[in-house]
């Protein structure tokens, strides 16, 4: 008895380590992006789904707390998890950054050269995703940051997408795309936020 009351301490010992580290997390998040942290919804991952075709989240919170489709999804260190594609009442789906359907504006933080991060279906398989409408002659390296661009004004700016692994040419040889590597472990979320309402930064 005396022993398992010590393993369940134990056990309660490292969620809590694990809890007091996220919200450590979170409050550097809050301290860093002010433009996005004033209306942020906390929100479970009720369900992962992953098929041949679509990579969606399902989460415990819906209109009744404000969410809309389109809102932007992160994780306790800012990092883009996906978009709200469908709201109900108390719940809502995320199509993540490696759907087939997913697409945002994304910029290479070192050389600030512009693109379009998208899943593909090649390579959905592997959790990873791509960086299309590079110029042939692009100075990619593997490990290069990409983040949000922030046009069109839907996303905020900055948020982190991953990292480059490697850059290609594409078919017809007059343009690169590169295969990103997404910063968030979609099969480790367990917790994820909504941003409601972000401030623009220009």
């Not at 990579?55 to 919170?61: E, M, V």
Request: aromatic share 6%; with cysteine; charged share 25%.
């Amino acid at each position: 008895r005396q022993l398992a009351e010590m393993e369940d301490a134990i056990r309660q010992a490292e969620a809590d380590s694990a809890e007091n580290a996220r919200l450590r997390e979170l409050l550097n998040l809050r301290e860093q992006r002010r433009d996005i942290t004033g209306d942020l919804e906390a929100a479970l991952i009720t369900e992962h789904a992953v098929s041949n075709w679509t990579s969606t989240l399902t989460l415990n919170k819906g209109s009744q707390h404000g969410v809309e489709v389109h809102d932007c999804v992160i994780d306790e260190t800012g990092a883009i998890v996906g978009t709200i594609c469908e709201v109900g009442l108390n719940w809502s789906r995320v199509l993540t950054l490696v759907d087939t359907d997913a697409s945002l504006g994304a910029q290479v933080f070192r050389t600030d050269e512009l693109g379009l991060a998208q899943g593909d279906f090649s390579l959905m398989e592997q959790g990873r995703l791509r960086l299309d409408y590079l110029p042939a002659d692009c100075q990619l390296l593997s490990g290069d940051l990409v983040v949000t661009s922030g046009l069109g004004g839907f996303y905020p700016s900055g948020l982190v997408i991953g990292s480059v692994e490697e850059v290609r040419l594409d078919d017809s040889g007059a343009a690169s795309y590169a295969i990103l590597e997404p910063k968030v472990n979609f099969d480790q979320l367990a917790e994820v936020f909504i941003i409601k309402s972000f401030d623009i930064v220009t």
